[in-house]
């Protein structure tokens, strides 16, 4: 018999999914909202990330891709990635998304 079944599920979005660039997005993430990374400032570069984190700069690109998709972060080219903001939790946004899942 094998240690794990088959059609077993791994999360998206934590730390414990396999692919680097969702555990670093997750990580970017919840520093954010931590407010390590207070709405209007800068992230670290791609070169840092890289750097602290010890992953391709590749990898770290596709994690600020990600947030910038989920609407996280700005990026402006020529001077990196800015916060745009976490949504609160009594936003009109939010608010459609608790509707939608029921």
Do not use: N, W
Not at 19 to 41: M, N, Q, S, V, W
């Amino acid at each position: 018999m094998l240690p794990f079944e088959y059609g077993t599920r791994v999360p998206i979005g934590d730390e414990s999914d396999p692919r680097a660039y969702i555990r670093l997005a997750a990580e970017l993430r919840r520093a954010i909202a931590e407010g390590k990374y207070p709405p209007g400032t800068p992230t670290p570069s791609i070169t840092t990330l890289s750097q602290e984190y010890g992953h391709a700069r590749q990898t770290c690109a596709k994690a600020l891709r990600l947030l910038v998709d989920e609407g996280l972060l700005i990026r402006y080219p020529g001077l990196g990635y800015y916060v745009a903001g976490t949504p609160k939790p009594d936003s009109p946004a939010s608010k459609a998304d608790q509707q939608d899942a029921l």
